[in-house]
T-cell receptor, first 111, second 114 residues
Framework: KQEVTQIPAALSVPEGENLVLNCSFT??????LQWFRQDPGKGLTSLLL?????REQTSGRLNASLDKSSGRSTLYIAASQPGDSATYLC??????????FGTGTLLAVQP | GAGVSQSPSNKVTEKGKDVELRCDPI?????LYWYRQSLGQGLEFLIY????????KSGLPSDRFSAERTGGSVSTLTIQRTQQEDSAVYLC????????????FGPGTRLLVL
C-alpha cells in the first residue's frame, strides 16, 4: 500500500528565504506526482505535475524534483513571499490516476 | 474559463438524514473524482469516473456512500443515514482524461453532521 509522508509538518520562514518541502513515498511504481497548495477554507490548486519519466518541473519560482528510485520529491520555492503562505500537499498518481495524498506542510512566510 | 464548481458550499444535517452533494466538472473533462478531507485522516480518495467506464468505487468507506454521474458531466455524491464521522470537506476534481493527468479541484462542500 502506497504511503506518502511530508516533512516538515509546519514551517515558518521570513520573507525572501528560499525553502524546500519534502515528500517521500513507499512504492516507486508511480505514474506521476503532483504538488498542490491549499488555502484556508479553499480547494486545491495544482502547482506542478511530474511524470514518472521526468526528473523535475519548473513554474516561476517553483521547482519540483522527483527521484523515483529513492521515493522522494522536493518542492523548492525561491524568494518566498507572504502570499506563498498555505498548506502544500504532494500526491501520487497511480494507474487509474486516483491520487494518494501526503499529510501536507503548513507554510507561513512572515513579512 | 469556469472551473470545477460544487454545491452546496456548506451543509449542516442531523445524524440519520440523507445528503446529496453536487459537482459540476470543467466542460469537456472526461474524468471526475471525489475525495474527502477530514481531521486526522487527511485527503482520501472516494470514487472515480472515466467516460462511460464503470466507476472505481474502491475508496467508498461504506455502502451508505454512493455516487453517480449523469450524461458524463454532473456528478452527485449521496450519503445515506449520515453519521457524525461523515463530517468532512468533500472535494471534487476533474481532468481531461487520457494522457492529461492534472486534476483540477473544486472549492469543496463542508459537511457537518450533528
Amino acid at each position: 500500500k502506497q504511503e506518502v509522508t511530508q516533512i516538515p509538518a509546519a514551517l515558518s520562514v521570513p520573507e525572501g528565504e528560499n525553502l524546500v518541502l519534502n515528500c517521500s513515498f513507499t512504492d516507486s511504481a508511480i505514474y506521476n506526482l503532483q504538488w498542490f497548495r491549499q488555502d484556508p477554507g479553499k480547494g486545491l490548486t495544482s502547482l506542478l505535475l511530474i511524470q514518472s519519466s521526468q526528473r523535475e518541473q519548473t513554474s516561476g519560482r517553483l521547482n519540483a524534483s522527483l527521484d523515483k528510485s529513492s521515493g522522494r520529491s522536493t518542492l523548492y520555492i525561491a524568494a518566498s513571499q507572504p502570499g506563498d503562505s498555505a498548506t502544500y500537499l504532494c500526491a501520487i498518481g497511480g494507474a487509474t490516476n486516483k491520487l494518494i495524498f501526503g499529510t501536507g506542510t503548513l507554510l507561513a512566510v512572515q513579512p | 474559463g469556469a472551473g470545477v464548481s460544487q454545491s452546496p458550499s456548506n451543509k449542516v444535517t442531523e445524524k440519520g438524514k440523507d445528503v446529496e452533494l453536487r459537482c459540476d466538472p470543467i466542460s469537456g473533462h472526461t474524468a471526475l473524482y471525489w475525495y474527502r478531507q477530514s481531521l486526522g485522516q487527511g485527503l482520501e480518495f472516494l470514487i472515480y469516473f472515466q467516460g462511460n467506464s464503470a466507476p472505481d468505487k474502491s475508496g467508498l468507506p461504506s455502502d451508505r456512500f454512493s455516487a453517480e454521474r449523469t450524461g458524463g458531466s454532473v456528478s452527485t455524491l449521496t450519503i445515506q443515514r449520515t453519521q457524525q464521522e461523515d463530517s468532512a470537506v468533500y472535494l471534487c476534481a476533474s481532468s481531461r482524461g487520457g494522457g492529461e493527468q492534472t486534476q483540477y479541484f473544486g472549492p469543496g462542500t463542508r459537511l457537518l453532521v450533528l
